[in-house]
């Protein structure tokens, strides 16, 4: 269902006014984490100034130590949405367990499965069976056929507003955290008909790539651009070392565009 083959015009999905695969660059900004009321609206300001509508911030993070935060949950849901509702912007948040799908969607715009979800066959099933847009982002080992099988399994629900992003895959290259599959790009526009993101914090964790993947993703056709965005991000309680503050954060856009 996801393949072009059975739907040759490309899916373009409406979210707040935004229309995502129209041919025209959107973008997905904001923290990596939620962390307060206050952290969240001093991004969402600066999002709006800029005249973008797609505000992200994470409330269940999937992270690599028991230890590290986890985020704030719930509560973290609760403020995205104040905050998308005091700036009339759509919020994205990732969603890890597939009970907590119907709650997320009075929250949520879009729902975002995350690259270690990727084949939670489960979830997948569970945010195919809502009526609320879903962002799907590669697994880091997923090959580009497992990719497009995953987001066929939340399609096969009856739910097609699904964006794929990359986000990077492993490789033995250290210099950045993860290797971004520029090729994936194009691939997966010929392959299906979904609006592609690529996710430039993730894959390159370099704060000083943001902006050059970027341009690379919006040259081979990227529908998007996903990228963090903190007040502060020397104190964030998580990817300190990616995340935009709101001065660059605004260069980027502008360079951009
Ligand atoms: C995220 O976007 O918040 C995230 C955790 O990314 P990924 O799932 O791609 O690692
Ligand atoms: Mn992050």
Redesign the pocket.
Known sequence: LVSRKKKPEDTVITIKGETIGDGNPHFIMGP?AVESYDQVAQVAEAVKGEGLKLLRG?AFK?RSSPYDFQGLGLEGLKILKQVADEYDLAVIS?IVNPADIETAVDYVDVI?I???NMQNFELLKAAGRVNKPVLL?RGMSATISEFINAAEYIISQGNENIILCE?GIRTYEKATRNTLDISSVPILKQETHLPVFV?VT?STGRRDLLLPTAKAAMAVGADGVMAEVHPDPAVALSDSAQQMDIETFKKFINELR
Do not use: S, V
């Open positions: 990596c994470g999937p990732e975002q995350g690259a270690r982002k986000r996710d993730h």
